[in-house]
T-cell receptor
Framework: DADVTQTPRNRITKTGKRIMLECSQTKGHDRMYWYRQDPGLGLRLIYYSFDVKDINKGEISDGYSVSRQAQAKFSLSLESAIPNQTALYFC????????????FGSGTRLTVV | KQEVTQIPAALSVPEGENLVLNCSFTDSAIYNLQWFRQDPGKGLTSLLLIQSSQREQTSGRLNASLDKSSGRSTLYIAASQPGDSATYLCALNFGNEKLTFGTGTRLTIIP
């Protein structure tokens, strides 16, 4: 099993729908992150969490919300999806046990039509 | 604003050649630097992690160096193979909980 697992791998949804992307990790890391990747814009941080009670906005949090259900689970929600949220979404973890190197999931390709 | 530049943006080399990818940054106050590879539409695979106090790291055919004084990191790939074809990203951790990614180098190894 992968260290960081994202579900679904691909999703097509309609404008205005609520959608949740899920992330789970087996590394035992405290820190978890959500990034989105767009062609020409690179990876941008949406939200990050240091533990279940500590959640912080990243540089592009508008239109998104997150939930840290447990140390191992961090979900990202789009409350009302819009087409410009079409992107590749990545979950990542890091921790002092790995010298704060990052481990990324395989990504969720989201298309909003 | 921290800027991270990777040159060249794209590189094609024949199989078997050794090659160097470059990553330049303007702010030397880094915590660590990480090299990733990304296959089209896929996730990021970590290749090497260099801490601020280190000069280089090696893994198999890969060697990454870090020179903070000149604001530069290089990724050396020895004896390139077609399976090395991917986009390579450097990412800097400035200790502010946000990785700053480079612009990427798209590498093609020609069989």
């Amino acid at each position: 099993d992968a260290d960081v697992t994202q579900t679904p791998r691909n999703r097509i949804t309609k404008t205005g729908k609520r959608i949740m992307l899920e992330c789970s990790q087996t590394k035992g890391h405290d820190r978890m992150y959500w990034y989105r990747q767009d062609p020409g814009l690179g990876l941008r941080l949406i939200y990050y969490s240091f533990d279940v009670k500590d959640i912080n906005k990243g540089e592009i949090s508008d239109g998104y919300s997150v939930s840290r259900q447990a140390q191992a689970k961090f979900s990202l929600s789009l409350e009302s999806a819009i087409p410009n949220q079409t992107a590749l979404y990545f979950c990542a973890t890091s921790d002092w046990t790995d010298n704060y190197g990052y481990t990324f999931g395989s990504g969720t390709r989201l298309t909003v039509v | 604003k921290q800027e991270v530049t990777q040159i060249p943006a794209a590189l094609s080399v024949p199989e078997g050649e050794n090659l160097v990818l470059n990553c330049s940054f303007t702010d030397s106050a880094i915590y660590n630097l990480q090299w990733f590879r990304q296959d089209p539409g896929k996730g990021l695979t970590s290749l090497l992690l260099i801490q601020s106090s280190q000069r280089e790291q090696t893994s198999g055919r890969l060697n990454a160096s870090l020179d903070k004084s000149s604001g530069r990191s290089t990724l050396y790939i020895a004896a390139s193979q077609p399976g090395d074809s991917a986009t390579y990203l450097c990412a800097l951790n400035f200790g502010n909980e946000k990785l700053t990614f480079g612009t990427g180098t798209r590498l093609t190894i020609i069989p």
